[in-house]
């Protein structure tokens, strides 16, 4: 109990000493307030010239710290700025002159709310410059829209009579101006710290050297992408915009046909529809501009250069084989860095093409091909599940997943899929598969979503090629049951609908003549 009691008489002391010590301080700051206030004159001297009448005339009212307000916003781009050309500009917006100090005291209201950043100098003659450094456009516009807000809201209030003019401040109010002024300028140390803080966000904000090659390393120099317009057709862009021209976007047009009903909408698949022949439903292709050269189709450059960090490498060009895949002797190929399959899965439903049974899928010799690397499975409905059992049986373990969302040409998801039993697939997955420890491979460039227009049957995204590339530059890589629209520089592509046999690797050809010497890769070997 005795300590106890000790204890709170020794929290009461320490209370009783922590109160004297606030009323000293209390009286310091009073003393010195007073002593600024008395050091400013109450009366002013004789040679004092009388104040402004203009300042009078207009008050510093929100109409007019609006307008500064906005003629700060258009002069940010010029900062630094003088105030006199703040002046001017206000003067021209207002319509009537306004005294200079109006504007300095507005300015050193803003920089106290910490909108700008002010520097005052002296010019030999011992005239006063005032100059605004910086500026917060974001707090700028926040304020801007109060003010417009409180105008508002102050107009659609009753006006109340007319007051009285309000007696003269007295002139002791100055020292509690110079006061106000003196609390509000910011110090040398906040300055320096400020300066400081604005270099480390600019060093911040620039790209480092490693970003830098990445950058350069996968930047497309020869893309030629062109944005869509939204409103599809030149047709409503022109009633949209209310103007004489369509934008220079790229639009579309319909194809209408005699049993096109209109009223019925869009067709999903556009201008892919399989039965466009009898489809009622309005169908889209691309509006080709009438100044537009008919450009032929490129052929892959042999000079292609992929810039890497410690060589240059060139890619080689598309090389395809027309082969069987279920007999076909994979092990003369060699080893590759990455494999992409679409099978054609056995899905229970009608396809344009033929497919491989779920035993016939396992006993791929998909193992031949890598001992280390990643490997891209498209699977879609029932299997995906068996898209997983077969990369297990392969070796491989799956370490992540790309979806596909299917689009028409309007940017538009698919809502009638073609597949799916119970309900319409509007997308598809590709399973992605690691075997051993690959070696240069960047992690982290791409989303694992890809959204792309539908083309013909099967018909897989170009993006997914590009994923790749990046993922893994400058290396062999291998593409089964592809058709010509695959062939890719750098890519080996087989199957069963590719034009023959095309290869240039010396060493490859070697290997495929003294396998195949009649060049046959489709029969079913004795």
């Given at each position: 109990?005795?300590?106890?009691?000790s204890?709170?008489?020794?929290?009461k002391s320490?209370r009783s000493?922590?109160?004297?010590?606030i009323?000293?301080?209390?009286?310091l700051s009073?003393?010195?307030v007073q002593s600024?206030?008395?050091s400013?004159?109450?009366?002013e001297?004789?040679?004092?010239?009388?104040?402004e009448p203009a300042?009078?005339?207009h008050?510093?009212?929100?109409e007019?710290?609006h307008?500064?307000?906005?003629?700060?916003?258009?002069?940010?781009?010029?900062?630094?700025i003088?105030a006199k050309?703040?002046?001017?500009?206000?003067c021209?917006s207002l319509?009537?002159?306004?005294?200079?100090g109006?504007?300095?005291?507005?300015?050193?209201k803003?920089?106290?709310?910490?909108l700008?950043?002010?520097?005052?100098?002296?010019?030999p003659?011992?005239?006063?410059?005032?100059t605004?450094?910086?500026?917060?456009?974001?707090k700028?516009?926040?304020?801007?829209?109060?003010?417009?807000?409180?105008l508002?809201?102050?107009?659609s209030?009753?006006?109340?009579?007319?007051?009285?003019?309000?007696?003269?401040?007295p002139?002791?109010d100055?020292?509690?101006?110079l006061?106000?002024?003196?609390?509000?300028t910011?110090?040398?140390r906040?300055?320096?710290t400020k300066?400081?803080?604005?270099?480390?966000l600019?060093?911040?904000?620039?790209?480092?050297?490693?970003?830098?090659s990445?950058i350069e390393?996968?930047?497309?120099?020869t893309?030629?992408v062109?944005?869509?317009?939204?409103?599809?057709?030149k047709?409503?862009c022109?009633?949209?915009?209310n103007t004489?021209?369509a934008?220079?976007?790229l639009?579309f047009?319909?194809i209408?046909?005699?049993?096109t009903d209109?009223?019925?909408g869009?067709?999903?698949?556009?201008?892919?529809?399989?039965?466009m022949?009898?489809?009622?439903?309005v169908?889209?292709?691309?509006?080709?501009?009438?100044?537009s050269?008919?450009?032929k189709?490129?052929k892959?450059?042999l000079?292609?250069?992929l810039?890497?960090?410690?060589?240059?490498?060139?890619?080689?060009p598309?090389?395809?084989?027309?082969?069987?895949?279920?007999?076909?002797?994979?092990?003369?190929?060699?080893?590759?860095?990455?494999?992409?399959?679409?099978p054609?899965?056995?899905i229970?439903?009608?396809l344009?093409?033929?497919t491989?049974?779920?035993?016939?899928?396992?006993?791929?010799n998909?193992p031949?091909?890598?001992?280390e690397?990643l490997?891209?499975l498209?699977v879609?409905?029932r299997?995906?599940?068996?898209?997983?059992?077969?990369?297990q049986l392969w070796?491989?373990?799956?370490c992540?997943e790309?979806?596909?969302?299917?689009?028409?040409?309007?940017q538009?998801?698919?809502?009638?899929?073609?597949?799916?039993?119970?309900m319409?697939?509007?997308?598809e997955?590709?399973?992605v598969?690691?075997?051993?420890?690959p070696p240069?491979i960047?992690?982290?460039?791409?989303?694992?979503v890809?959204?792309?227009?539908?083309r013909?049957?099967s018909?897989?995204?170009?993006?997914?090629?590009?994923?790749?590339?990046?993922?893994?530059?400058?290396?062999?890589?291998?593409?089964?049951?592809?058709?010509?629209q695959?062939?890719?520089?750098?890519?080996?592509t087989?199957?069963?609908?590719l034009?023959?046999?095309?290869?240039?690797?010396?060493?490859?050809?070697?290997?495929f003549?003294a396998?195949?010497?009649d060049?046959n890769?489709?029969r079913?070997p004795?």
């Open positions: 109990m005795t300590d106890t009691w204890d709170i008489q020794a929290i320490q000493s922590l109160r004297e010590r009323e000293r301080r209390k009286k009073e003393g010195l600024l206030v008395q400013v004159p109450l009366e001297p004789e040679n004092t010239p009388p104040p300042t009078n005339q008050p510093i009212s929100p007019v710290e307008q500064l307000l906005l003629c700060l916003t258009d002069a940010i781009v010029d900062l630094p003088e050309h703040l002046h001017t500009s206000l021209k319509g009537h002159e306004l005294p200079l109006l504007v300095h005291n507005l300015l050193l803003f920089s106290t709310q910490k700008i950043t002010l520097k005052e100098t002296l010019t003659d011992g005239e006063r410059t005032v605004i450094t910086s500026a917060e456009h974001t700028i516009l926040a304020v801007t829209n109060d003010i417009i807000a409180s508002k809201l102050s107009k209030r009753p006006q109340p009579a007319p007051e009285e003019p309000a007696a003269k401040k002139k002791h100055k020292g509690n101006d006061l106000e002024n003196l609390l509000s910011p110090s040398t906040e300055k320096e300066k400081y803080g604005e270099e480390i600019e060093l911040l904000s620039k790209p480092t050297a490693k970003e830098r990445l390393r996968f930047s497309s120099h893309a030629q062109k944005e869509y317009c939204p409103r599809v057709t047709e409503e022109i009633k949209m915009s004489t021209q934008c220079t976007k639009h047009k319909k209408l046909q005699k049993h209109e009223n019925l869009d067709c999903s698949f556009l201008n892919t529809c399989f039965h022949d009898t489809c009622k439903y169908h889209y292709e691309v509006e080709v501009p009438d100044n050269v008919d450009r189709e490129e892959p450059h000079e292609t250069q810039s890497l960090e410690d060589s240059v490498a060139k890619l080689f598309p090389q395809w084989i027309q082969c069987d895949l279920r007999y076909f002797d994979m092990t003369i190929l060699g080893k590759f860095s990455v494999i992409m399959a679409d054609p899965w056995d229970h439903m009608e344009p093409y033929g491989l049974s779920d035993d016939e899928m396992r006993q791929l998909i031949c091909l890598q001992e690397g490997i891209f498209w879609t409905g299997a995906m599940e068996l898209g997983r059992e077969c990369l070796g491989y373990e799956r992540d790309l979806i596909w969302v299917k689009t028409n040409q309007l538009r998801i698919i809502r009638t899929g073609r597949t799916g039993h119970w319409n697939h509007g997308k997955h590709c399973l598969g690691i075997k051993g420890n240069n960047n992690r982290g460039l791409d989303c694992d890809i959204v792309a227009e539908v013909a049957t018909h897989k995204p170009d993006e997914i090629y590009g994923i790749i590339e990046r993922l893994s530059p400058g290396t062999r890589k291998i593409e089964l049951f592809g058709r010509m695959n062939v890719q520089p750098n890519w080996i087989l199957g069963n609908q034009n023959g046999v095309r290869l240039l690797d010396p060493y490859l050809m070697e290997k003549k396998r195949y010497p060049g890769c489709m079913k004795d």
